[in-house]
């Protein structure tokens, strides 16, 4: 039982969402598009996969919001609003610099522009038993509020590439 832990805690990190390959986003970062509730064009700034589908932020003006992909259209069309790339890609394996004495492996969760700077989204620590035997045993949702305690927005100075990945 020991080793079964063990191994969840090691690869916990590099298996999201856990056991299966993250889905494509819908729409691209910095894509032009429509947000139908408020009826405006915007851009898409990030996005973060929550649960069991990505979660878009949305700059309109100097304010974001964040939505699913069901409320906005996409154009097609980028807004370019920075000249740099991000330096890393959604669901790329990175060695998180300050894991400390835990796994350094991570999947990159998340990506958002903030400020004219790229911010990436890891789990820096892994699920807790507790979180999991709850969930299971009494029927409530912990998987939103656990799994956001778990994830953390990092720069790109805080990752690094892994040199054979691709």
């Known amino acids: ?90 669901g790329e394996l990175v060695e998180f610099r300050f894991a400390g004495n835990i796994p350094k492996l991570r999947t990159v969760l998340g990506i958002q522009l903030i400020n004219q700077s790229w911010f990436y989204v890891i789990e820096w620590k892994s699920p807790t038993i507790d979180d999991t035997v709850t969930s299971r045993n009494w029927n409530t949702d912990c998987s939103h509020s656990c799994l956001s305690d778990r994830l953390a927005w990092v720069t790109d100075y805080d990752l690094m590439k892994i040199k054979d990945w691709d």
């Open 1 to 90: 039982m020991i080793n079964q832990i063990n191994a969840l805690e090691t690869c916990w990190y590099i298996s999201p969402p856990w056991g299966r390959k993250l889905s494509m986003p819908i729409f691209g970062l910095l894509e032009r598009v429509y947000v139908m509730n408020t009826d405006i064009f915007a851009y898409c700034c990030g996005m973060q996969w929550e649960q069991e589908g990505w979660n878009y932020a949305i700059a309109i003006g100097k304010n974001i919001i964040y939505t699913s992909g069901s409320e906005i259209t996409g154009t097609g069309r980028l807004h370019l609003v920075t000249p740099e790339k991000p330096v890393f890609r959604l």
